[in-house]
């Protein structure tokens, strides 16, 4: 073979040379517009993130001066008297959010586990997390329609059973139950949100090193020592991330909290009775509401996005925290 077919020993060619700067040159500029492109994307996102806080904001303002720091500790909400309070509501999203991550925890991470620990064959698991998928796909509205219709005749007769025989437990205490509770809102939230669970804890699961595994197994560990002492503290991150975001999730949702709550502007400490969430009472009255109502609704939801921002914060203290503890 000679040096002119393989190129070796050949004096540079000025045409070669000018063609590989110009593809450079090209993949640098697409480089830098692709990072500027992102950029400009990243800020349009919190341009718009901001521009809805200070609408709210300003919307709420009449309000806000009117009743100040007062509205959050108020229990009356009178449009007749404009007299306007939250405190119901705050109590009313708090409880329901926290008694919905009661049930959707333990079948989040159960599912998760079920999907990725090989607990059934891939004819089994796959329909179940194409199932779950698919919970997500269900709009809130129809969830509270199945609500009305299904669940609460299913479970009236066991409720009132609970309320006969354990009454005497404020969380369970009160008239017996009729229909929309406080404890229906948490139930239909939590099948709501345990898909956001079972999602990021698989994903979590499917990312840990198989050699963790594997180690603990070769150590003599059984399978459940191996889930226990190893996967979930691994990956207790990604867990806690999903268990923020769900939480998130529920103290945000307003279909269901609008049409299974009752509307009952009380605080009431027994689960089965009705009560009022933020999203709920906006919901309900933004349709109706003269000025200072609209502000005083404006400043509900001030409240509710300083109460996700704080869970928000609280999510990322304890993420880091984690993953300092896996590191």
């Given at each position: 073979m000679t040096s002119a077919a393989t190129g070796y020993g050949s004096p540079p060619n000025p045409d070669i040379d000018v063609d590989i700067e110009k593809k450079a040159s090209l993949s640098r500029a697409v480089d830098v517009g692709f990072v500027r492109l992102t950029l400009a994307l990243?800020?349009?996102?919190?341009?718009?993130?901001?521009?809805?806080?200070?609408?709210?904001?300003?919307?709420?303002?009449?309000?806000?001066?009117?009743?100040?720091?007062?509205?959050?500790?108020?229990?009356?909400?009178?449009?007749?008297?404009?007299?306007?309070?939250?405190?119901?509501?705050?109590?009313?999203?708090?409880?329901?959010?926290?008694?919905?991550?009661?049930?959707?925890?333990?079948?989040?991470?159960?599912?998760?586990?079920?999907?990725?620990?090989?607990?059934?064959?891939?004819?089994?698991?796959?329909?179940?997390?194409?199932?779950?998928?698919?919970?997500?796909?269900?709009?809130?509205?129809?969830?509270g329609l199945w609500g009305i219709f299904v669940l609460i005749p299913a479970v009236r007769p066991i409720f009132r059973a609970i309320n006969q025989t354990l009454g005497?437990?404020?969380?369970?205490?009160?008239?017996?139950?009729?229909?929309?509770?406080?404890?229906?809102v948490a139930v239909v939230l939590g099948i709501m949100i345990s898909p956001i669970i079972i999602?990021?804890?698989?994903?979590?699961?499917?990312?840990?090193?198989?050699?963790?595994?594997?180690?603990?197994?070769?150590?003599?560990?059984?399978?459940?020592?191996?889930?226990?002492?190893?996967?979930?503290p691994a990956g207790l991150s990604g867990i806690v991330s999903s268990i923020m975001l769900a939480l998130g999730r529920a103290l945000g949702e307003t279909m269901v909290a609008a049409m299974l709550s009752g509307n009952?502007?009380?605080?009431?400490?027994?689960?089965?009775?009705?009560?009022?969430?933020?999203?709920?009472?906006?919901?309900?009255?933004?349709?109706e509401a003269g000025r200072l109502q609209v502000s005083a609704l404006m400043y509900a939801g001030v409240v509710l996005m300083v109460l996700t921002l704080l869970v928000n914060i609280v999510a990322e203290i304890i993420i880091r925290k984690f993953q300092n503890l896996e590191q």
């Open positions: 990243a800020g349009f996102a919190g341009i718009i993130l901001i521009w809805v806080i200070l609408q709210t904001t300003e919307a709420a303002l009449p309000a806000i001066q009117q009743f100040g720091l007062g509205f959050l500790v108020t229990t009356r909400w009178n449009p007749v008297e404009n007299i306007y309070g939250v405190l119901p509501q705050i109590y009313g999203s708090l409880v329901t959010s926290l008694v919905a991550l009661i049930f959707a925890i333990p079948l989040g991470i159960g599912t998760a586990i079920f999907l990725t620990e090989g607990f059934a064959p891939k004819w089994v698991t796959a329909p179940i997390g194409f199932a779950v998928e698919l919970i997500v796909a269900i709009p809130s509205v129809v969830l005497w437990i404020p969380f369970l205490g009160g008239p017996a139950p009729r229909g929309p509770s406080l404890l229906i999602s990021i804890t698989r994903s979590t699961f499917e990312s840990l090193p198989r050699s963790l595994k594997e180690g603990a197994l070769a150590l003599g560990a059984t399978r459940w020592e191996t889930l226990l002492t190893v996967m979930i009952a502007n009380r605080i009431n400490i027994s689960l089965m009775q009705p009560g009022s969430t933020i999203t709920g009472l906006i919901a309900s009255q933004f349709g």
